[in-house]
């Protein structure tokens, strides 16, 4: 029996064929660590779960990968309002949201990167935004750099959007 899922791509549901035989690797975002996790939080990574466990019980080597958004402005302004350092706030929830999960019996993921744990690339690939004219400055001096969806012609296609 064939496992067939839905792909946003093509908007079809379609056979899964592995890229790597027997391999399959999943990356999935995780959770912005500024808050108690909720219900749709939990629901996203019970899906993930369910996905995993049932690949592994069909024979497929499965690789896990969930990022944890460790800071960001909402981060650092929920902190800053509780009067924490922002790295103690997130680890906090990072905490709690990992004993959600275990309560609910979900595996972790295989890897599960840090969002801070990885600033130096991320300032790389923003560099390289801006060099090749993907990416713009703010002009309202905050110094943000926002994406040019009009640079790349297939931006939105996934989500069935014209720019």
Same mark, same amino acid.
């Given at each position: ?58 024979? #497929? ?39 959600? #999960? ?52 297939? #931006? ?8």
């Amino acid at each position: 029996m064939a496992f067939r899922l839905y792909d946003s791509a093509t908007r079809q549901v379609t056979d899964f064929v592995p890229l790597r035989p027997g391999e399959v690797s999943i990356y999935h975002c995780g959770l912005t660590v500024q808050s108690a996790p909720h219900v749709g939080h939990i629901r996203k990574e019970v899906v993930f779960d369910v996905l995993t466990r049932w690949l592994s019980h069909q024979g #497929y080597r499965v690789k896990v990968i969930a990022n944890v958004t460790d800071i960001d402005d909402k981060i650092l302004a929920k902190s800053a309002a509780a009067g924490i350092e922002w790295y103690a706030h997130a680890y906090k929830f990072e905490r709690e949201l990992h004993e959600a #999960y275990a309560a609910l019996g979900c595996e972790p993921p295989t890897y599960e990167p840090r969002a801070t744990g990885h600033i130096p690339e991320m300032l790389e690939m923003v560099s390289a935004l801006l060099e090749r004219g993907h990416a713009y400055v703010a002009p309202d001096g905050s110094g943000d750099v926002y994406f040019d969806v009009q640079s790349w012609p297939r #931006y939105g296609e996934l989500s069935g959007q014209k720019v």
